[in-house]
DNA sequence: ATATTTTTTTAGATTTGTCTAAAATTGATT
DNA sequence: AATCAATTTTAGACAAATCTAAAAAAATAT
């Protein structure tokens, strides 16, 4: 069995690695855990003793399979959960992070199944991020940055690559909500910051930061 | 702020309250909380210093108004997440007991709010117990134990004083489900077990344990 | 009213997850 | 290659919640 804690390193080790293909560092998973090097060095040992994960001292960690398993569950139970909150009761994205980080550790194979029906399967969740099914295995998810996208080419908000609440109100500030149309006005060369048009509302201007978090698909391929 | 286990004593010393009037005992607390009398000494103390219960020692404890207070809360949570559990998920009555003790200790006000709102502000729970509302009120329950009730006066099966999955198996067994009419045969003087008809099914033979488990109400109230 | 039994509390230890401060290792710089 | 800086680990401590065994208090029985 896995603790609570357990699950939050593991969740969080796989975050770090979807990101980078080497190993993962002491400090990078203090870091997220919001705790200090020297509990996660004993943490990690913990987990290698376990056989969740990889760990030799100095030379950072990764997941096994069984550990990628747990992480995996832990992040479809988050995003369900997400889905819930927001179809369901009727949340703002904004505020369903928090809440569902304490739903993801609830233990139970039945509810999380009976939950997945109940909300009909859904392949992403309210920011856009794909929810591994009861495999593990994640939806194909062709969705880009919009700092990848050319100029005048027409795209739809599809999701965020980060979930700060700051983030999220920020975005709802300026309109830029889950499933609008966008479309790319001007590239500043010096600092790819972009000016943007949003439909049915104005321009405005966002920085290249923003741009990188924000997920969009073209409009041609739109069926899906 | 009140940590899992703290809500865990106080809904137990609540329930024990229920029952008695006067102050609960150590031994009483231990036997439902699952752990030894010395844990509990530990923890009224705690408890006490917090000023969520009124405890001396050797004198037992009782729940002072902030502890009911948050005792209450957390059977709010429990008895509507059994709800969800039932009338969304699908799951069955005797299956859902563990899984709501872990989701009663998920704090969030707006959360409990919504759940309710999209339950419809249920007033029972799938066992028939009564749901406090947001302040705190439990609806008025007009319940009477089998074991009150006079030979061949009709009832209504309306709920369980207790809630363990062998019991209720148990029920489901002998074809005691929720809202079937029943009456009594026969009453055994020597152990007060009785003989009863259960509506569509045969007659069968319960324990005075049993009866007195049992939450039922006349026909003749009907309505409601 | 004294002795015995039961209940409750104290004392000291354990586990989980955390911390600080110091030591060890790695890696970067000259 | 030697030194300095950054990262990581070790050592020892702490808080929460639990335990066992022994002591103290209360309840019961003789």
Redesign the interface.
């Known amino acids: 069995m896995t603790s609570f804690t357990e699950e939050n390193y593991l969740k969080i080790i796989y975050k770090l690695s979807a990101e980078t293909d080497s190993e993962i560092s002491t400090n990078a998973v203090a870091e997220l855990t919001q705790t200090k090097a020297a509990s996660v060095t004993d943490m990690l040992r913990k987990l290698s003793e376990k056989q969740l994960v990889i760990y030799q001292k100095y030379q950072g960690v990764r997941l096994t399979k069984k550990g990628e398993t747990v992480a995996l569950k832990v992040i479809r139970k988050h995003r369900l959960w997400e889905v819930f ?1 927001v179809d ?4 703002n994205w904004d ?1 369903v992070h ?2 569902a980080e ?2 993801e550790h ?3 194979d ?2 999380v199944q ?2 997945d029906e ?1 909300l009909g399967f859904p392949q992403f969740d309210p920011h856009g991020d794909p929810i591994p099914d009861k495999h593990g295995r994640m939806p194909e998810s062709a969705y880009k940055n919009l700092s990848e996208i050319l100029i005048n080419q027409e795209v739809v908000m599809m999701g965020v690559a980060q979930h700060s609440t700051n983030f999220l109100q920020y975005l709802a500030k300026i309109g830029l909500h889950l499933g609008v149309n966008i479309y790319i006005v001007e590239i500043n060369d010096f600092d790819k910051s972009l000016t943007i048009k949003i439909e049915g509302s104005t321009q405005c201007f966002i920085s290249y930061e923003v741009a990188k978090n924000l997920l969009v698909k073209s409009i041609s391929m739109d069926e899906d």
Chains 1, 2 share one sequence.
């Open positions: 909150l369901k009761l009727g949340f505020e928090e809440i304490e739903l609830i233990n139970s039945k509810l009976q939950l109940f």
